[in-house]
C-alpha cells in the first residue's frame, strides 16, 4: 500500500473514529495547543514555545471544560514531547482524547472496545485484523499478575525503587497482546499521578493501558478530583525535575476539578492505532512527512 492510500484509509478511520462519539452523544472540543503551563509529568519532556509550552496533552483544559458543564467530550488534537522519536514515537503526533461525566475506568475499557468494532464495521480493513479483534476475549490482566507471569520482580517494590518503567518495558510490554487485545489494568499509585486511588487498595489506581501485539495504543484511568490530593502529587512530580519547578503551578486547574463529582479520561494514540489496523511496521508509514522529511 502506497502512502497516498495509507493517508486516505487513515481520513476513513478518523471519519468512523468521530461519528463513534457523535453517536455516543459525545461533542468534540478544542483547545488550545500552547500554554503558560502544564499538568507536571516528570517522564515527559516538554517543547517551549516563548514563553508557553506545547501541550503533551489537552487534559487540563479539557478537565476545565468538564469543571464548566460541558458533559462528555472528546478532542483529536496534535500533542508534542521532545526526545521521543522511534518506530513507535514522534516528537508530534495525534491524540484522540475522551472524557465520560459520571464514569471510571471500567467504562473507558468498554468504550475501547465499542470503537474499535465501531471502526471494524465502518472501514475496511485486513481480515486478519478483523479476526484479531473480534474472534477472542479482550484480556483483562493486573500489574500484580503481569509482573509474577513475566519477571521475577513485584510491581509495587518496582515502583517504589525506581525500577517500574525499566522493567515494563522490557521484560513485560513485548508479551501483552500477542493473541487478543489486553488491558493492563490497576497499576502502583506512583505510576498514575493524576488517576484515583482504588477504594480496596490505596497502593493501587483505578488506570489501565491498552495493549495489541506489544504495543500500547491507549491510556486511562478514573479522575483524581481532590485538589489537595493532587497539588502533593504534583508536587512529588516537580521535585524529579528542575525544569518542572521552574514552571508555575495549574492553579486554575486544581481549583476547576474541585468542582467535577466523577469522571474518567483516556488518551489513545491514534497514529499508532492506524498502524495497528493496517497491520503496518512503523508509525512513519501512516504520516504525511516524518521529522526527518521536513
Known amino acids: 500500500m502506497g502512502k497516498i492510500e495509507i493517508l486516505k484509509?487513515?481520513?476513513?478511520?478518523?471519519?468512523?473514529?468521530?461519528?463513534?462519539?457523535?453517536?455516543?452523544?459525545?461533542?468534540?472540543?478544542?483547545?488550545?495547543?500552547?500554554?503558560?503551563?502544564?499538568l507536571p509529568e516528570?517522564?515527559?519532556?516538554?517543547?517551549?514555545?516563548?514563553?508557553?509550552?506545547?501541550?503533551?496533552?489537552?487534559?487540563?483544559?479539557?478537565?476545565?471544560?468538564?469543571?464548566s458543564g460541558s458533559g462528555d467530550i472528546f478532542q483529536i488534537n496534535k500533542a508534542f514531547r521532545k526526545n521521543e522519536r522511534g518506530y513507535l514515537h514522534l516528537p508530534e503526533f495525534t491524540m484522540l482524547e475522551w472524557y465520560?461525566?459520571?464514569?471510571?475506568?471500567?467504562?473507558?475499557?468498554?468504550?475501547?472496545?465499542?470503537?474499535?468494532?465501531?471502526?471494524?464495521?465502518?472501514?475496511?480493513?485486513?481480515?486478519s485484523i478483523k479476526k484479531y479483534f473480534l474472534d477472542a476475549k479482550w484480556e483483562n490482566l493486573t500489574l500484580a499478575q503481569a509482573f509474577a507471569k513475566f519477571t521475577q520482580s513485584d510491581s509495587k517494590k518496582a515502583s517504589k525503587e525506581g525500577e517500574f518503567d525499566f522493567i515494563l518495558v522490557d521484560q513485560i510490554e513485548p508479551n501483552l497482546?500477542?493473541?487478543?487485545?489486553?488491558?493492563?489494568?490497576?497499576?502502583?499509585?506512583?505510576q498514575a499521578s493524576l488517576a484515583k486511588a482504588k477504594k480496596t487498595d490505596s497502593g493501587l489506581a483505578e488506570r489501565f493501558e491498552l495493549y495489541v501485539k506489544g504495543i500500547e495504543l491507549a491510556n486511562g484511568f478514573s479522575e483524581l478530583l481532590e485538589s489537595e490530593i493532587q497539588r502533593e502529587r504534583f508536587c512529588k512530580e516537580r521535585s524529579h525535575s528542575k525544569a518542572l519547578l521552574e514552571?508555575?503551578?495549574?492553579?486554575?486547574?486544581?481549583?476547576?476539578?474541585?468542582?467535577?463529582?466523577?469522571?474518567?479520561?483516556?488518551?489513545?494514540?491514534?497514529?499508532?492505532?492506524?498502524?495497528?489496523?493496517?497491520?503496518?511496521k512503523s508509525i512513519d508509514q501512516v504520516v504525511a512527512f516524518t521529522p526527518e522529511d521536513l
Do not use: W
Request: glycine letters at 4%.
Open 100 to 127: 465520560r461525566v459520571g464514569g471510571d475506568y471500567l467504562d473507558l475499557m468498554k468504550d475501547c472496545q465499542a470503537l474499535v468494532f465501531y471502526i471494524l464495521k465502518k472501514v475496511d480493513l485486513p481480515k
Open 177 to 190: 497482546g500477542q493473541n487478543q487485545p489486553c488491558f493492563l489494568i490497576d497499576y502502583p499509585i506512583e
Open 9 to 38: 484509509k487513515r481520513s476513513e478511520i478518523l471519519k468512523a473514529v468521530r461519528e463513534f462519539f457523535f453517536d455516543q452523544g459525545f461533542f468534540e472540543v478544542e483547545t488550545q495547543i500552547r500554554s503558560p503551563q502544564a
Open 42 to 67: 516528570a517522564n515527559i519532556e516538554l517543547f517551549k514555545s516563548e514563553n508557553n509550552y506545547l501541550q503533551s496533552s489537552p487534559e487540563q483544559y479539557m478537565k476545565r471544560l468538564l469543571a
Open 247 to 280: 514552571m508555575p503551578m495549574p492553579e486554575a486547574f486544581l481549583k476547576d476539578i474541585a468542582k467535577i463529582t466523577k469522571a474518567s479520561g483516556i488518551a489513545l494514540g491514534l497514529d499508532r492505532l492506524v498502524m495497528v489496523l493496517l497491520e503496518l
